[in-house]
């Protein structure tokens, strides 16, 4: 029969060999798998405007601003659905959001599939926006629960990921799925893939570590957030109004700063996702067969360039001049690629600077994160990727009237480079580290 004495050494004894859980690595990977999701749904439409067939179904033949519409409908909805509907991931919850939000997307999705008329269509593109302008801010709300600041740099990196890698897989496999089946049948694989968030974010998923099941608390050591802290953040954002958490990041000069540098991102971003296969496929010859692959190339450069990113960001805390650099290094290849006569390698240059742009990304997230506290970070996450992509939904229709109007490529990459330029000189702004957390 043992002392009583032997406890305590027998319970520190059993605290020295516990190890920490690893719960919140399994939560970042349902937000990459999640986000990867939502990235797939959104780039069909990219492939399907460079597809015959769905133009002779649609009547969109010679009618390139109607296609840009496709893309900026989505994007202007969802916009506006980050910045109105984003504080609902600070009163019920992100967890909650974002199950809500995949629900609108798979039903955007479904009906996008079915739809007959063009009209249809173009509101199944808004539905998608809806749900998808709800889902995005919530992530970073996860991220700024679940991580400690010195993780955070690569906790971004990962989940925005899916951001490159998805497109990059969806390019070549939209394009086989369209040869062999149709395009209605990209609407119904993604339909298909949306049902897998939707149940690992409901059973694995919570607001805060605390929360979780899975979490013990030797994790909640190294997260470095106690629950009476949490409990107080959540208890203090039930008391402050929408009006109040919107001054916490409106009234910040460094929140405009930032937005400058992601809206000029935004405008390259979706121009590229939606104009790209065409680009491609009339200005430089490719067959519809290689317009895929060679579509992908951009976003596995910007895979690449995103890791990077984040370890420079946690290892030296220089976001604005990453920002910086991959500003005028995308700037660069895509004036050296535009002039390059061989089509092959114009279209590697010119991918390898729209993917540089991808090292933006991680340090956008990871400064709007230090300098907005838990109870607003839903909101401001929204205000800014809400506002920075309604400037990145007039890119599309833009480059359709472009078009419609010179009839080649080459007068929309220089408007594409000026833009990039302009968003690397604000980011110059944070090379000092004017990021403080607001009180």
């Known amino acids: 029969m043992k002392n009583d004495t032997d406890l305590p050494q027998s319970v520190t004894i059993l605290e020295h060999v516990q190890k920490p859980t690893k719960q919140r690595f399994f939560v970042l990977g349902i937000l990459f798998v999640s986000l990867s999701i939502i990235y797939l749904d959104r780039v069909n439409i990219s492939i399907i405007a460079a597809n015959t067939h769905f133009l002779n179904e649609m009547h969109l033949n010679d009618k390139p601003i109607l296609v840009g519409l496709l893309m900026s409908l989505f994007l202007a909805s969802y916009g506006i659905a980050n910045v109105f509907l984003s504080p609902l991931g600070d009163y019920i919850g992100p967890r909650r959001a974002m199950l809500i939000a995949y629900v609108v997307i798979s039903l955007s999705l479904l009906i996008g599939g079915l739809s007959s008329f063009f009209a249809i269509l173009l509101g199944t593109r808004i539905l998608l926006g809806i749900g998808e302008g709800l889902y995005y801010p919530m992530q970073n ?46 609407f119904y694989f993604s339909f298909s893939l949306t049902l897998l968030p939707i149940v690992l974010i409901y059973f694995f998923t919570s607001n805060f570590p605390q929360e979780n099941k899975y979490v013990n608390v030797l994790e909640l050591q190294k997260i470095n957030k106690s629950t009476t802290e949490e409990v107080l953040h959540k208890n203090s954002s039930e008391k402050i109004s929408v009006v109040e958490r919107a001054k916490v990041y409106l009234c910040n ?140 939904a007039l890119s599309p229709v833009l480059i359709g009237f472009i078009l419609s109007v ?19 000189l604000f980011s110059l702004l944070f090379s000092r580290d004017r990021s403080r957390l607001l009180n």
């Open 406 to 424: 010179t009839h080649n490529f080459y007068f929309v990459m220089y408007i594409l480079i000026g833009i990039v330029v302009i968003g690397g």
């Open 141 to 186: 709300t996860i991220i700024k629960n679940w991580f400690p600041s010195g993780e955070r740099g690569r906790a971004n990196t990962a989940w925005i990921l899916g951001q490159s890698l998805a497109p990059a897989l969806a390019m070549p496999l939209y394009t086989w799925i369209i040869a062999e089946h149709s395009w209605r049948h990209t």
């Open 253 to 392: 000069s460094n929140f405009w700063i930032l937005l400058a540098v992601f809206s000029s991102n935004s405008m390259l971003s979706w121009g590229v996702v939606t104009w790209l296969p065409t680009y491609l496929n009339t200005e430089r010859g490719f067959s519809w067969a290689n317009v895929g692959w060679m579509s992908a190339l951009p976003f596995i450069f910007g895979l690449l360039f995103k890791v990077l990113a984040g370890f420079i960001v946690d290892k030296t805390d220089r976001k604005g001049m990453v920002m910086f650099v991959s500003a005028m290094l995308c700037a660069a290849s895509i004036l050296t690629g535009v002039n390059i006569s061989n089509n092959f390698f114009a279209a590697i240059v010119i991918s390898f600077g729209i993917g540089a742009s991808s090292m933006q990304l991680p340090c956008v997230f990871t400064l709007l994160q230090s300098m907005v506290p838990a109870e607003a970070m839903s909101s401001a996450a929204g205000a800014l990727n809400g506002m920075a992509v309604g400037f990145g």
